[in-house]
């Protein structure tokens, strides 16, 4: 990765690398910077943090497609919203 901070999709692509802890460092710097902008990508974050603690590991399957383009569309009308920005 040559970019200093990460689109919300790649966000949600890369959480579960980020909870197995085998993100490397300059990456996790990067992942946690945009958790401390970004709300949505928080609650997701946190969301996926719980759902580890109840199965005790991570789900094989994390989101179903159709849930994560919801949560993606979500993500995208707050950033209108609240920013006035287009998702990358
Ligand atoms: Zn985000």
Redo the contacts with the bound molecule.
């Keep these: 990765m040559n970019r200093d901070y ?3 999709r790649e ?1 949600v692509e890369l959480v579960t690398e980020y909870l197995e802890g085998v993100m490397p460092p300059r990456e996790r710097v990067i992942f946690e910077a ?2 401390a ?2 709300p ?3 609650a ?1 974050f946190e969301q996926m943090k719980q759902t580890i603690r109840l199965l005790g590991k991570l789900p094989e399957d994390s989101i179903e497609p159709e849930a994560r383009d919801t949560l993606l569309h979500a ?1 995208r009308n707050w950033k209108r919203t609240t920013t006035g920005e287009e998702l990358v």
Excluded: S
Aim: with cysteine.
């Design positions: 990460l689109t919300c966000m945009h958790l902008v970004c949505g990508c928080t997701y993500f």
